[in-house]
């Protein structure tokens, strides 16, 4: 058998690997990944189910349990109106992962078209888009944040805009950058030279191609909003009771702090939780879709 | 050098004059007065006050007005507090915000530098893990929730610390470490990853092989070498560390300019919300500013043109 025969042959038994196979295994191998994968899983799953299936809702208020510690039948006690801490911390999970998704929606929905046109028109619509992003990074955020919630008003969705209207700068940038450097590619100039117009480049080949970098930034985005919401409720200008927040469930227990300590340390728990596990996912899909570490 | 700092410096005010503007714009845009009380008060009064703080001037007319004060290092009157202008009030919580930004930022580096340095030192001891946990576990939870804990192991079960307030040493422990925590955590993180990288390098074998002593080795090869990617963070990590300091600063009760600033949300103090706004955009670009030019300092290799 000669040489280029058995070339051949190993080349046919290597099994096929593509970017995102190969990230899947590397995500699979990184403990943390994993961990942070399984809990956002199950904090899903549980604030999914746990109001659907509670025996209590999560405003339905008992005056004759006030204030309860942890019981057989209330897990993580009562709130000052005698409604079930377990199930308003799970609804208020609904909350919190919707603000992060909702956010993260917004803030691609703004912060990739704007990158990509900036990129791909250059000169001084570049210029000055760019400029427009160097000024929006040095308002502090979570302050413009609060001014723009104050324009919107208190609905949830208002909630979602206030935040993405701040958050997508760091999206447009990163495409920009992304677009930038892959257009100077081979791919991108053979489709050019092949006669592909502008537009059909950026969105076939240059964002597919900037996905892997967007995809962290978005998953690292979630937690940041979702603190975001936590902080306004807690202040007072977040969402609007009856919708649980954990902001909100932290604001009214901490006056209670020393008779009832659990009111205010769940939510904290859980707030914590939630944003290590999304912290640990965006760490270990940085790492996996980091392409000079593929093989 | 100089002539990059003046030009940084010069882009800086831009930068603020837009931020002005912009926020000045989103105030006019926030429904209801700066007068709206629960109960009403009579048309003549609002048309007084409106003139009294000239709110019945053109957009563009108050907007320069405003300006033209920030000149005089007047941020104009405070809504709420009659008697007192923005500049008085900021100036008073001011103390407050930078000695509690400046402790944590300490702590973050004092603390961050050395975990980091001894992780790396001993790369998969247990030292090593042990710093990993810590720094990875810190710097996913945010301060706010760190307070809460510290307040109920400290305040509420052990009854050792202040829940809040401001003037004793006490008081000042748990807010610091609560915002200090997380940077330190990323800082000790990015330390870690960078002395691992910058030992593999070529020249760090060179020194070596050269017969140079250990300490020389690893202070002026690995550490100068490794601390500009730490430099590159710690530039926004302050940045973010500045804004996150009014959460904190509300959950211990610390009377600085990010508590001021949330009363002012809620009063819709004009006055007091753009004079924080723009008090929290200028310290993060000087901070930035500082950050860039220390660059050149550590690295050699850098120069502004």
């Known amino acids: 058998m000669s ?9 046919a ?7 995102w196979g190969d990230a899947f295994i590397r995500l699979r191998r990184n403990r943390l990944a994993v961990i942070g994968g399984i809990l956002v899983l199950l904090i899903a799953l549980a604030a999914i189910f746990v109001p659907i299936f509670s025996p209590y809702g999560f405003a339905q208020q008992n005056l004759d349990a006030i204030r309860e510690g942890p019981s057989w039948s209330h897990p993580f006690g009562t709130d000052e109106l005698g409604r079930d801490v377990f199930t308003r911390l799970f609804a208020g999970a609904r909350t919190s992962l919707m603000v992060g998704i ?5 803030v691609l929905a703004i912060g990739l078209p704007i990158g990509a046109a900036a990129a791909y028109a250059g ?54 950058g992304q677009i930038l450097s892959l257009k100077q590619r081979d791919f991108a100039t053979a489709a050019k030279a092949m006669g592909a117009p502008g537009r059909y480049i950026v969105w076939r080949h240059l964002l597919p191609n900037s996905l892997g970098p967007i995809i962290v930034l978005v998953t690292f985005g979630i937690p940041r909003a979702i603190f975001a919401e936590a902080a306004l409720s807690y202040i007072g200008i977040g969402i609007k009771p009856p919708t649980p927040s954990w902001g909100t469930m932290i604001r009214d227990g901490y006056d209670l702090i020393f008779s009832a300590p659990h009111l205010v340390l769940f939510p904290a728990i859980a707030l914590g939780i939630l944003m290590l596990a999304f912290t640990f996912l965006g760490d270990g899909l940085r790492d996996a879709l980091d392409p000079r570490l593929r093989r | 050098m100089l002539k990059y700092t003046v030009r940084r410096s010069f882009w800086i005010i831009i930068v603020l004059l837009a931020v002005a503007f912009i926020t000045f714009s989103l105030m ?67 103390p407050k915000t930078a000695a509690l930004g400046v402790a944590a930022f300490l702590l973050a580096i004092l603390i961050g530098i050395p975990l980091g340095m001894a992780a790396a030192l001993r790369q998969n001891s247990i030292i090593d893990y042990i710093s990993v ?14 307070g809460i804990f510290l307040i109920i192991i400290f305040s509420v079960t052990f009854h050792l610390l202040p829940t809040g307030g401001w003037g004793s040493p006490k008081q000042f422990l748990m807010p610091a470490f609560a915002l200090g925590a997380l940077p330190a955590a990323y800082i000790a993180r990015i330390t870690r990853a960078s002395i691992l990288e910058v030992s593999r390098q070529d020249y760090i074998r060179t020194a070596r092989a050269k017969g140079l002593r250990e300490r020389v080795v690893m202070f002026r090869h690995i550490l100068r070498n490794a601390l500009i990617p730490v430099l590159t963070i710690a530039g926004p990590e302050l940045a973010f560390l500045i ?10 009760s610390i009377p600085g300019i990010g508590r001021l600033f949330v009363q002012g949300v809620f009063q819709r103090d004009y006055g007091l919300i753009m004079g924080a706004i723009l008090f929290y955009a200028f310290a993060i670009a000087i901070v930035n500013l500082i950050v860039d030019l220390l660059y050149a300092v550590v690295d050699p290799r850098i120069r502004y043109e």
């Open chain 1, 3 to 11: 040489m280029a025969e058995d070339a051949v042959r190993t080349e």
């Open chain 1, 102 to 106: 909702f956010t993260q929606v917004i």
């Open chain 2, 243 to 252: 804004s996150g300091s009014f959460i904190i600063e509300t959950l211990f």
């Open chain 1, 13 to 19: 038994v290597r099994p096929h690997h593509t970017l």
């Open chain 2, 28 to 94: 006019h845009l926030v429904p209801g007065g700066p007068w709206d009380r629960e109960k009403e008060l009579a048309p003549q009064v609002v048309e007084n006050l409106n003139k009294k703080y000239g709110l019945d001037k053109s957009f563009f007319e108050q907007f320069g007005n405003y300006l033209w004060g920030i000149l005089h290092g007047d941020l104009g009157m405070s809504y709420t507090y009659q008697d007192r202008d923005v500049t008085d009030i900021i100036l008073q919580g001011l």
């Open chain 1, 123 to 176: 000169g001084r619509a570049d210029n000055l888009i760019m400029r427009f992003v160097d000024v929006m990074y040095a308002f502090p955020d979570i302050l413009l944040i609060i001014l723009i919630r104050a324009i919107l008003g208190g609905s949830i969705y208002m909630i979602f805009l206030a935040i993405g209207l701040v958050a997508w700068v760091s999206v447009a940038r990163l495409v920009r």
């Open chain 2, 133 to 146: 946990f810590f720094s990875t576990l810190f710097a996913s939870i945010p301060g706010f929730v760190l």
